[in-house]
Every structure is written in C-alpha cells, then in structure tokens.
C-alpha cells in the first residue's frame, strides 16, 4: 500500500494542515502552504481536511502508484497527465496500480502557478510527529525522515474510508477558487496595519501600498522576499526587541525591502512589522512564482473578517456538493 516518488521535481514533501500549539518551543506550524488547495484536494478523495498529501513545487516530477486508488491535485496542475491522460486540477480521478501521474516543468493555467498539492486517498501514512505529518525541512522532523523527498522514496498510503464502487468512480471536480485578479495584473494581497507601522514615514506607507513589488529569487517556504523603493522608519526609531510573528507578517530589514513570512518562518523576529497579510489572501502568496509583481492593498479589519468568511462560504459550498454525490464527508477543519 504505498506509492513511489520516480521523480521528485524540484522540492516534493509530505504536508498536512500543520503543526500547531507547539510556538512557545519554537516550533513553527509548517503544512501546506496552501491549506485551501490541499483541503479541496483531500475532500475530493474522500479523506479527512488534516489528511497528509504532497507539496510539489515548479512540477517536474513524476510519482507511480502501487494500488488502486483515487487522487485530486489543487493548485497548479503543471500539465498533469496520468498515464498520458491529462488531470485538471480540483478533480477527482481514479487511479490503477501500476500508473503514473506525471507533471511537466512549465504552470499552463491563465494565473501561472508555483505549486501543487496532491491527495490520495488514505492520505500518506507516516508517523505523525507532535500531532502533524508536516514535514519541517530546516527542524528535519516530521514527513519522511524530515527531509524533501527523493527519487526512489516509497510512501505507505493510509486506510480509505471509499468503497470499491467510489474508488473506481468515473472523474468528477468542482470549481476552483478564483484569485480576484485579471490575468496578466499584479497579485492583490489585503494587508492590515503592523504593530511597528507607526515607525515609517507617511512616504513608505505610500509606497508599501502604491507601488508594484516583485518577489525575488531568494524567497521559499520561509518567505517571500520583496524587490522595490526602500521603506524607510522615522528618523529616532528605536531598536526592537525580538517579537512573535505569524505568516503574512511583512517585515523590513535595514535594507528596506520587505519580506512577507511563510508557513516555515520562525516564530519570532526582530524587524520592525510594516504590515500582515491577511490570513484569506496567504494561498495567493504560496502560489504566486518567483518574479511575480504584487501589490499591497490596505484594507480593515472588517474587510479581512469578509475575506475570511467568503472563503469559509466556498468550502462549505464544496463540502455540501459533494454530499449530494453521496462522497464521504470525513473530518472538517473549519480553521484552514
């Protein structure tokens, strides 16, 4: 009962929604970094929200099943084919042992993507790791041995709750999320004041959300690092201490290019907090690739709680569809 990594594109690991309560040791809470993409992924085939899938980043890669199952990829689907068949992304396909699903190097949706995040059902089954299957690559704990994954790697596949009749069912999908923005725009985030905001000049407020910004090459999972004007703080602002921060955090170095923090960001820092993203928008940053132009938009507090709740609305949207085709409901996480 496993599958078989025969090409692990340029960073593959095992993610689940993440590891949480465990800040106070240090401890990032990691996952996916799109955990809307991952729980779509995991309600198509039947497994429960938290279920361990796959993280696969810029596609490349090439994994083969070992039985009959089902799998739904959500994200960029990177030209999936399963044995030359191509797999469109938020459908759920059934799967024969022996195929292959194979994803090209090149994102081919209208808004390109950065990664995709593959459920199969049973999610992979390995050792859990204070309460997650994540695997936190710069702790080396968690997934398979801790570590990105490689060619020849094997991953034991967990119980399915479908039956024969719904593993073999004919392929099926819903909708995905739209991003809000047109094809070839910049990528909208929703921002909220930081707890330092008041320590930069009205003149790097209207930069942060006046100008374009790109996301350069030095970014992963721990952040997205940030090219444009300089931000520069009020002249007398004092050293901070170091202080927690969560993703969507936008911090500024003495550089004065912000860095907007992932799911594997440390949980403290000492740069000052310009602004956070807010939590609806995060799946946007996961997915937006290297060069890619942002803007900053400021909004309230309202705002990001409409956000947050037109993004509740959705799941609940999928959840209630897929019931009316008789799929398992399985476990709900209402706090993706």
């Avoid at 690559?137 to 991953?155: N, Q, S, T, V």
């Avoid at 929703?190 to 374009?212: C, D, I, N, Y």
Wanted: overall charge positive; glycine content about 14%.
């Amino acid at each position: 009962m496993s599958l078989l990594i025969v090409k692990p594109g340029m960073l593959a690991s095992v993610q689940d929604l993440g590891r949480y309560g465990h800040r106070q040791l240090g401890i990032c809470p990691g996952g996916a970094l799109d955990t809307m993409a991952l729980t779509l992924a995991n309600r198509l085939v039947g497994n429960a929200d938290g279920a361990a899938g796959l993280e696969l980043t810029l596609g490349g890669c090439e994994i083969r099943f070992e039985q009959d199952t089902r799998i739904a990829l959500a994200g960029e689907a990177f030209g999936a084919v399963l044995d030359g068949v191509p797999v469109a992304p938020c459908w759920s396909v059934p799967v024969r042992a022996g195929q292959s699903l194979r994803l090209g190097g090149a994102a081919t949706g209208l808004r390109p993507g950065l990664r995709s995040w593959l459920a199969v059902a049973g999610g992979i089954d390995v050792p859990a790791v204070l309460g997650s299957r994540s695997t936190d690559l710069k702790a080396g704990f968690g997934g398979l041995e801790g570590r990105a994954l490689r060619k020849g790697d094997r991953l034991p596949i967990g119980a399915s709750v479908l039956g024969a009749s719904q593993l073999t069912r004919r392929p099926f999908g819903v909708h995905p999320p739209a991003w809000g923005d047109a094809p070839g725009e910049p990528i909208s985030l929703r921002v909220l004041p930081g707890p330092e905001s008041e320590q930069f000049l009205q003149a790097a407020h209207k930069l942060l959300h006046g100008e374009t910004w790109r996301i350069t090459p030095q970014s992963n999972r721990m952040g997205s690092r940030l090219a444009g004007p300089e931000l520069k703080r009020r002249r007398g602002a004092t050293d901070m201490l170091s202080a927690g921060v969560v993703p969507g955090t936008v911090q500024v170095p003495p550089s004065g290019q912000p860095i907007i923090l992932m799911g594997d960001a440390q949980t403290t820092g000492g740069y000052p907090r310009i602004a956070v993203v807010i939590r609806a928008d995060l799946w946007k940053l996961a997915q937006a690739p290297l060069g890619a132009l942002l803007r900053l938009v400021a909004v309230d507090e309202q705002s990001a709680l409409d956000a947050w709740n037109a993004r509740q609305r959705y799941l609940a949207q999928v959840a209630q569809g897929l019931g009316f085709l008789g799929w398992p409901a399985g476990e709900r996480h209402d706090g993706n």
